[in-house]
């Protein structure tokens, strides 16, 4: 079930705070000393009626696995918990039925926290795989309803595609498509894979564009975009999101949101670099709600905001901040939202996840909730 978050009308007093810098801006928070025990983290913040509300952080495996018997012996004994394997340098997520998929660069893997099982595990690393099967740069991730992951891999320039146990299933592209590949974004339907490639080389350097492809085949389609600053030109494009019968662009070089139609054409775009609310400074990627509704974070702001289909402002979430506490970010690089309207953060600096659940959920409902404390 797919929890909408009901946005009323423009709040005047947001538009009051809109000349407020985006990097000082805490009022969507209320800091962990604040809080109590008993208080939990909403924004926006009280009085006005709380949207999301913070819900959990992953940093390791040790965050979604069960204790075992021998580790607890252990840490009565000698003081020393269950070994975690924490993230070393996260990049991008995505999220299928209650398991998370998160990209790390350095480690050359996708590493998977599944929630309801209690269980993680590696994808692109198996001594099952050839070496042709094997991950090298994962970057940008995205699944389909089926659970397929897709994966760009940066350094052998190509699209490598698993199951959701990390099993090999194909792959496309390669270096006389991509340039520069940063993300792939497949749509539910595992029908259309949509692929940035932000150029780099001085003989392809027009190459900023979108690339789209047969999902299950891996045949070229189509592309759009070429570099530029005019309307449907993209400058250093970050990320596709799909909507509903739209696609929204990061085109970050011009600082921007850009929206076509399912084919590649043009329509509007909105944005622009600035540091008031509903401006970008380094915007990264994006994701949309069922509702339509876009999430775009932002790496320099350490926030992500949230507009409607129609590219209004509704509302912004976290904080740039060198403490790596709850709804605080450094460096954020990665935003999904799944199937429950759930938001997910990946911050490559904190080198953590941190998890969002729309105020109306409760705590044991959705696919994110260990099978046993599920609602029936």
Not at 33 to 61: A, C, H, M, N, Q
Not at 222 to 242: D, I, K
Not at 249 to 267: A, P, W
């Amino acid at each position: 079930m797919a929890y909408k978050t009901r946005f009323s009308g423009r709040n005047p007093l947001v538009w009051l705070l809109g000349i407020v810098l985006l990097g000082l801006a805490a009022c969507a928070q209320v800091g962990d000393d604040e809080r109590g025990p008993e208080r939990k983290l909403v924004y926006p913040s009280p009085p006005d009626e709380p949207r999301f509300v913070y819900e959990r952080t992953i940093r390791g495996s040790a965050d979604v696995e069960p204790v075992k018997e021998d580790s607890k012996l252990k840490q009565l004994l000698t003081g020393e918990g269950q070994v975690s394997q924490g993230m070393r340098k996260p990049y991008a997520i995505a999220v299928h039925r209650g398991r998370i998929f998160v990209s790390d660069t350095f480690a050359r893997i996708v590493r998977v926290y599944d929630v309801p099982e209690g269980r993680y595990f590696s994808i692109g690393d198996s001594e099952k795989l050839s070496d042709k099967e094997r991950l090298v740069k994962p970057i940008g991730i995205s699944v389909d309803d089926a659970g397929s992951l897709f994966v760009a891999d940066a350094t052998q320039k190509l699209i490598m595609v698993y199951d959701r146990d990390g099993n090999f299933l194909r792959r496309f592209g390669g270096a006389d498509l991509f340039s520069r590949l940063t993300s792939v974004t497949v749509d539910k339907k595992g029908e259309r894979a949509y692929v940035v490639d932000i150029g780099g080389a001085a003989s392809k350097s027009e190459f900023h564009r979108v690339l789209v492809f047969n999902a299950k085949t891996g045949e070229n389609l189509f592309n759009f975009g070429t570099r530029g600053s005019g309307p449907g030109e993209l400058n250093l494009p970050r990320a596709v999101a799909v909507g509903k019968d739209k696609l929204y662009v990061v085109d970050g070089g011009n600082f921007r949101i850009q929206v076509f139609d399912m084919d590649g054409k043009f329509q509007k775009s909105f944005g622009g670099v600035g540091k008031q609310i509903g401006n970008f400074a380094r915007p990264k990627e994006a994701d949309t709600d069922a509702d339509g509704n876009l999430y775009v974070i932002d790496s320099a702001f350490g926030n992500f905001q949230i507009f409607n289909p129609e590219g209004e402002l509704l509302m912004y979430v976290g904080e740039r901040s060198d403490d790596p506490g709850p709804g605080r970010f450094n460096l954020p690089s990665g935003i999904t939202v799944d199937e429950n309207g759930r938001i997910y953060v990946v911050d490559q600096m904190f080198k953590k996840v941190d998890i969002f659940r729309p105020a109306k959920m409760g705590e044991n409902e959705g696919y994110l909730v260990r099978k046993e404390q599920q609602k029936k």
